[in-house]
Each structure stands twice: as structure tokens, then as C-alpha cells.
């Protein structure tokens, strides 16, 4: 363990002085995000101009919501989403190579190995609008339950990177991931929705099947509402059992991958 937390202390060390290196990249890739965020506020801010109730929460109620997922964004932009891109390229190319002979979990190396520092800027706004959504919540909040959310925030952060590179890995047979990322990225737009605007086997899918509903609002149900172990232990289940299909599916993969040498 002490192993893996060093190599990864030199991955944020090379990749923020890289990030450095290209400044304008880096202030346009805050701007940009500054920008999604400001638009996602607003959005639920017009609806409930409209409401005083969505999917049983209040506005105050909802910032939450939208506070959890804004966090959950901000955390899989700046620990996973530059590394999940390449993967596709690194296996069509051969340059998997280069991280299967390393001494450590190849999966890993390859989720973690940049560590984008200018989504890291915007993980610390999205952790200052966190902070207004819970002081605006006009009921009291204990440190435990603000604990408690923080802790499902990471598990969702984990659960979406593991539903994102189980879109990715079937590259290792089609050679191409970019007509199952389109898809990922069409339906992760459910996981900026409350869960129970779904009905019927609509519901089923997004909670269980494809389950982006469950990453941002079984985390914020849990928190907002009187906890409820059937929705904790769904949570629990669903991340394990998406990880361990994304540990046998890498593991097919490489058995069928032809590595450069090959």
C-alpha cells in the first residue's frame, strides 16, 4: 500500500509541473468548467422558478444533490477521465506494453498515472459550492452525516470510473471504443437527475443494469433523507459488483491482446 501511495505522489509531481508547461490549456480547460458548473446551478435554479418540489426535494435539498454530483464530476476529471482516453489508443498501438511489465496492478497504472491539475483547480470550486450547499441547508447537518456523504462521494467517483472503462475495454476485440463511449457519455447525463424521476424498467436500468442514477443520488438520498439501509447496501453491491466485472473483463482482455512483440 505504501508502495502504490508513493508511485502515485510522483504521478501528481510530474503532472502538475507538465500542466505548467501549457498555460493556456490549462486557465481554458478552468474556464470551461467553471462554466459547467455555473450551468447546472442555473438549471435547477429555472426549474424550481417553476416548482417547489423535484422528485421530493426542495431547492435547498436539490443544491445538494447538484453540489454531489458537481463534487463526483470534479474528482473523476482530475483522478480519471485522462487517463480512461488513452486506453483504447495504448491497446490498439501496442503501448499497453509499457505498463504490463511494470511491477504494479496494470489497472492501477493506467487509472491513475496523470493526475490533471487544472481539474484539480476545479475540484477545489466544486468543493467551495459543496460547502454553500450545506450551509444553505436549513436543517442542522452533524459532522458525521457531512462525513458519511463525503465518503459516497468518493464511492460514486469510483463507480463511475469503473462504468466508463468497462465501455472502454471491449477495444481489446473491436479495436475501436468510440461508438460504446458515445453511448457511456449520452447516458451519464442520468446520473445529473434525481433517481426517482425514473419509473418502471427505466428505473431498473439506471439503478442496476447501467446504474449512473445511483453514483450522485443514492449518495445525497442517504444524506438529505432518513438513512435507509436497502439504499446503502444497493450502493455498496452495485460499485463491488461493477468492479470486480471491470477486474474479469480486463483480465479477458488481455488474454486477447496482441501486444507489440507479437
Not at 450502493?235 to 468492479?243: D, E, K
Request: charged residues 15%.
Amino acid at each position: 500500500m505504501i508502495r502504490y501511495l508513493r508511485l502515485f505522489v510522483y504521478f501528481v509531481r510530474f503532472s502538475v509541473s507538465r500542466a505548467m508547461e501549457f498555460r493556456l490549456d490549462f486557465f481554458f480547460r478552468i474556464f470551461m468548467d467553471m462554466l459547467y458548473y455555473a450551468v447546472n446551478i442555473l438549471f435547477y435554479k429555472v426549474i424550481f422558478l417553476n416548482t417547489p418540489v423535484l422528485a421530493g426535494w426542495n431547492e435547498s435539498q436539490a443544491m445538494v444533490f447538484v453540489a454531489t454530483y458537481l463534487m463526483i464530476d470534479a474528482i473523476q476529471m482530475t483522478l480519471f477521465s485522462n487517463n480512461a482516453w488513452w486506453i483504447p489508443a495504448f491497446i490498439n498501438r501496442g503501448d499497453l506494453d509499457y505498463y504490463l511489465v511494470r511491477p504494479v496492478s496494470s489497472l492501477f497504472f493506467l487509472s491513475l498515472r496523470d493526475f490533471a491539475f487544472n481539474s484539480f483547480i476545479n475540484l477545489i470550486m466544486a468543493s467551495g459550492i459543496f460547502a454553500w450547499a450545506l450551509h444553505q441547508y436549513p436543517e442542522p447537518i452533524s459532522a458525521g452525516r457531512v462525513l458519511m456523504l463525503i465518503a459516497l462521494i468518493l464511492n460514486g467517483a469510483c463507480l463511475y470510473h469503473f462504468l466508463h472503462m468497462v465501455t472502454l475495454i471491449p477495444a481489446f476485440w473491436t479495436h475501436s471504443a468510440r461508438g460504446m463511449e458515445n453511448i457511456f457519455h449520452s447516458l451519464n447525463k442520468s446520473m445529473e437527475r434525481p433517481d426517482r424521476i425514473y419509473r418502471g424498467k427505466a428505473r431498473w436500468v439506471f439503478t442496476v443494469f447501467l446504474p449512473f442514477s445511483v453514483i450522485a443520488s443514492f449518495p445525497a438520498r442517504l444524506f438529505l433523507e432518513a438513512f435507509d439501509w436497502a439504499t446503502f447496501v444497493h450502493l455498496v453491491a452495485v460499485t463491488i459488483g461493477f468492479f470486480l466485472f471491470l477486474v474479469f473483463l480486463w483480465r479477458a482482455g488481455l488474454r486477447a491482446y496482441s501486444s507489440a512483440s507479437s
